[in-house]
Nanobody, 124 residues
């Protein structure tokens, strides 16, 4: 099993940037497709970004494409999400997740391991 710990959230003004990190332990993340999801108050959890096991393939939700960047460092067992040009509608709890799927996945049910979440709040 793999354990995930999310960090890096905070309060930022619109137009600002944050870098979220996800530290994995228990197993090497090179065996997993990794993803980021978010959940705003009163809304369902939604897909944000995903990255393949070797980092060669990425996929983003249309709402964040061009603003967010997912990356991974398998040697350090870390996954990152760079958030730029933040908007108030990006406010949510962000979750890192690991999937045993061989390909990138947008569906949360594909992910068996989840971090505890980190709060991102964007003020207007």
């Amino acid at each position: 099993q793999v354990q995930l710990v999310d960090a890096g959230g905070g309060l930022v003004q619109a137009g600002g940037s944050l870098r979220l990190s996800c530290a994995a332990s228990g197993r090497t993340i090179s065996s997993y497709t990794m993803g980021w999801f978010r959940q705003a108050p009163g809304k369902a959890r939604e897909f944000v970004a995903t990255i393949s096991r070797l980092g060669t393939v990425t996929d983003y939700a249309d709402s964040v494409k061009g603003r967010f960047t997912i990356s991974r460092d398998n040697a350090k067992n870390m996954v990152y999400l760079e958030l730029n040009s933040l908007k108030p509608e990006d406010t949510a709890v962000y979750y890192c997740a690991a999937s045993g799927a061989a390909v990138v996945a947008r569906i949360s049910q594909s992910y068996g391991y989840w971090g505890q979440g980190t709060q991102v709040t964007v003020s207007s």
